[in-house]
RNA sequence: GGCCCGUUGGUGAAACGGUUAACACACCUGCCUUUCACGCAGGCAUUCACGGGUUCGAACCCCGUACGGGUCACCA
């Protein structure tokens, strides 16, 4: 049997992490078994659908490196791909299920369900909050029911039958039908729920593995129960952990403490083949001791057996490390790309050449995490004022020190051309007058012009800076 | 509350009954470069939530406890 996934986002927001994960382990596992990788539109939420959230959903997959092989913009033979367009589809199902009497019409109103679900669920040894009226309903009493005209249909969940299935993440996994209430298929406005639509579409689309979060493990049962209505082969599921903040809860998008949406990082210069890499591990494991992979050996690599069963912890620590190590392997001209939005919307470049962005990116190449980090660097660089901390400061105060400051000063006023070659022989000039080398020599140098005792390359680095800054600083730390 | 599930170092995460519990991040040390960073070489868990059990042998199997999470919609 062919392999044949699908990753099926409702257009109610724009790529998630969660999103992405799910999407990249069905087109890993596709590619690495031969297989189709599908991308499907639930869109069967008319409130809560937005604008533009379609488009963002299928712009960051492919800004992620994420191609699908079928849907309705590349074509398909199982179409049409979006589930709105699917509705007589699912009207004829649904009839099917009403003639053989395993489903139903309910003409309760909301407000009537959820008065019933406030009363029952005083029962604390019942997790079925719900009635069956329409179901046992007869004579005049079902007669008035029928009269409201409108309703949505149920289904009519057997008694007594049992749910199991082999999860390639969490093993057996067994439900009772007890435990699961009449579920509405189809809403009152004919439109399907996603449970019912979800059956009919991966059967109809010949979807044979399913990878999807866990919170939808209690789907199954339902799920596994229209299957078996229609006598349908139920597919393989693979429910991924739940990816979760630093503080153990899962990642909802309200959350303000994590970056969620991958537009956001797309934005702020993260490289897409390091959020591929990233996301890849989320909840999955190479098995090597390499880390840093790209899209290639991680199609190459990936196996169900070695999903996780605990959930994954959102590291923004490994995201920046896995980044800076894209980023490093970056040419001088892919960098200066990366950063150039950045760079021009800060003001940055305004009445600069082309070289000087070009020596200030690669000043800053080996300590970037990502593209939008140029801005605060040369922010932290370049700053009128500046502010010694308190090891600076201690640093400076040390005996012999100003002697040095005043020599470097000397030697760097005396420059005809202000480069870093030149300035390199200045440290070193001014080292001989004042009797000072090593550390002794180079931070009092690179605290007075820079503030910091870290930094990029020095000689260059105030090169950049010009000697008008650099001289007055010194003057200044003096 | 019912039903499902998870619990390994500061952090992320391996190990699928059998040596001193991988690896990565962070941190620390050394080397290197007359500074810093980068890079390289090392160091860092008296131990796998807790209590029982099974076994010659358990982080891995079973039972219980605690803690954490998911889910119980005419949302997906």
């Not at 604008?51 to 092989?69: A, C, H, K, P, V």
């Not at 390091?274 to 880390?291: K, T």
């Not at 940055?348 to 990116?361: D, F, K, M, N």
């Amino acid at each position: 049997m062919s392999v044949r996934v699908r990753y099926a986002p409702s257009p109610t927001g724009f790529l998630h992490i969660g999103n992405a994960r799910t999407a990249l382990y069905n087109y890993l596992f596709a590619k690495n078994q031969g297989g189709e990788f599908i991308l499907r539109i639930e869109d069967t939420d008319l409130e809560r659908n937005v604008e533009g959230g379609e488009e963002s959903q299928m712009n960051f997959l492919r800004w992620l490196g994420i191609e699908w092989d079928e849907s309705f913009d590349v074509g398909g033979d199982y179409g049409p791909y979006r589930q709105l367009e699917r509705l007589d589809i699912y009207k004829k199902y649904v009839d099917e299920l009403l003639e053989k009497g395993l489903a139903y019409k309910c003409y309760c109103t909301s407000e009537e369900l959820e008065a019933e679900r406030e009363a029952l669920s005083d029962n604390k040894f019942d997790n079925i909050h719900y009635s069956r009226r329409c179901m046992n309903a007869t004579g005049a009493d079902l007669s008035e029911l029928e009269a409201r005209g409108e309703y949505s249909v149920r289904m009519k969940v057997p008694a007594g039958e049992t749910y199991t299935f082999n999860d390639i993440v969490r093993g057996e996994v067994t439900f009772q039908s007890e435990d699961v209430g009449d579920w509405v298929i189809l809403k009152s406005n004919g439109i399907p729920t996603y449970n019912f639509a979800c059956v009919i579409d991966d059967h109809l689309m010949e979807i044979s593995h399913i990878f999807r979060g866990e919170e939808h493990i209690t789907n199954t049962p339902k799920q596994m129960m229209v299957y078996r209505a229609f006598g349908w082969d139920i597919p393989t599921f693979a429910h991924m952990t739940l990816i979760v903040n630093e503080q153990g809860k899962k990642l909802s998008k309200r959350d303000k403490d994590t970056i969620q949406f991958i537009e956001q990082y797309a934005n702020m210069g993260y490289l897409p083949e390091a959020m591929f890499n990233f996301i890849s591990l989320l909840g999955w494991s190479p098995g090597i001791e390499e880390e840093i992979l790209d899209h290639d050996r991680l199609v190459e690599l990936f196996d169900v057996n070695r999903l996780s069963k605990s959930p994954s912890t959102f590291d923004k620590n490994k995201l920046t490390f896995i980044n800076e190590r894209y980023i490093k392997d970056l040419s001088t001209e892919e960098l200066l790309e990366l950063c150039m939005p950045h760079l021009v919307s800060a003001g940055i470049l305004e009445g600069q050449t082309h070289e000087w962005a070009t020596e200030l990116v690669t000043l800053f190449h080996d300590r970037l995490s990502y593209g939008a980090e140029i801005v605060d660097l040369y922010d932290e660089f370049f700053s009128d004022e500046m502010e010694l901390g308190e090891e600076e400061a201690a640093f400076i105060a040390q005996e012999g020190v100003s002697d040095t400051l005043k020599a470097f000063k000397d030697e760097l006023a005396g420059l005809d051309e202000f480069t870093a070659e030149g300035i390199q022989a200045s440290i070193k000039a001014a080292g001989k007058k004042a009797g000072a080398k090593g550390k002794m020599l180079f931070m009092p140098c690179r605290i007075a012009t820079t503030g910091q005792m870290h930094g990029p390359d020095l000689p260059k680095a105030l090169a950049l800076l010009g000697k008008d800054t650099v001289v007055g600083r010194i003057e200044k730390v003096i």
